[in-house]
């Protein structure tokens, strides 16, 4: 069983630092990307990052472009993401997510989600 686990969100001031980890507590998989998605309220669920598995490629949405940072954690299936500069449009709730091998480009077919993690940040 793949258990993808989310952990380090809270509640932060705008300009503020943030770092979110994910890990799997289940069977370990080989995959292409691992990744972060977010949905904020009343919104689609929007792209964030990903990172293929020997962490030689990354790629990141438009909004986070400079201030977001995905990298490989320690662990198998382990992966983090680096919050800088966090602004109020933030707040959502942030997915872990992971792509086992096949086509497609970096930001689309993932196939093992986990349960969230909630970001707000004020103003």
């Known amino acids: 069983q793949v258990q993808l686990v989310e952990s380090g969100g809270g509640f932060v001031q705008a300009g503020d630092s943030l770092r979110l980890s994910c890990e799997n507590n289940?069977?370990?998989?080989?995959?292409?990307?691992m990744g972060w998605f977010r949905r904020a309220p009343g919104k689609e669920r929007e792209f964030v990052a990903s990172?293929?598995?020997?962490?030689?490629?990354?790629y990141y949405g438009d909004s986070v472009k400079e201030r977001f940072t995905i990298s490989r954690a320690s662990g198998a299936n382990a992966i983090t993401l680096q919050m800088n500069r966090v602004r109020p449009e933030d707040t959502a709730v942030y997915y872990c997510?992971?792509?086992?091998?096949?086509?497609?480009?970096?930001?689309?077919?993932?196939?093992?989600w986990g349960r969230g993690t909630q970001v707000t940040v004020s103003s």
């Open positions: 997510a992971l792509r086992v091998p096949k086509l497609g480009g970096p930001r689309e077919k993932f196939d093992y």
């Open positions: 289940g069977r370990t998989l080989l995959y292409d990307f």
């Open positions: 990172i293929s598995r020997l962490g030689s490629s990354t």
